[in-house]
């Protein structure tokens, strides 16, 4: 499995630590930035981030910043990248199950390490149900 990672410099710490749990898991993976808690715009890791996930070279992605809000709906400008904002296990379970969610945003602000690591479990180990739910996501793409 590869991952992508992102973040803004209020999702940095917690992204350090997903690194840090994705690392001794042996996953693969690519850290987009940003690299430092000093201000920057999220667009500027998320925009790349996407576009690796949307070509294949990743698997997931992992986006992160304050409420998660931003940065996941900049990578949801991406035609084949299906962003989903998840703070709890079950959101999570159901962006993977119903709708196929290629990248998982994360509020750094309102979830604990913890929390972000189960959340990412159930992410990442969670399968697509196909069936009706093709169909719907069958209809998102716009171009």
Known sequence: ???????????????EK???????NK????DFGCYTTDSCDYPDYAHPMSAAVEKGEYDF???????GNGITMTCNHHQ?????LCWD?????????HNNANVLGLPANYITVSQAIDIIKQFLTTN??????QRRIDKIPTA
């Open 80 to 84: 084949g990248i299906r962003a989903a």
């Open 61 to 67: 992605g992992i986006a992160i910043c304050s409420t």
């Open 128 to 133: 697509f149900e196909g069936g009706r739910h």
């Open 27 to 30: 996953v693969s993976l690519h």
């Open 18 to 24: 997903v690194i840090e749990w994705l690392q001794t």
């Open 89 to 97: 296990v079950p959101l999570a379970d159901f962006a993977r199950r």
């Open 1 to 15: 499995m590869r991952i992508a990672l992102a973040s803004d410099h209020a999702g940095f710490a917690l992204k």
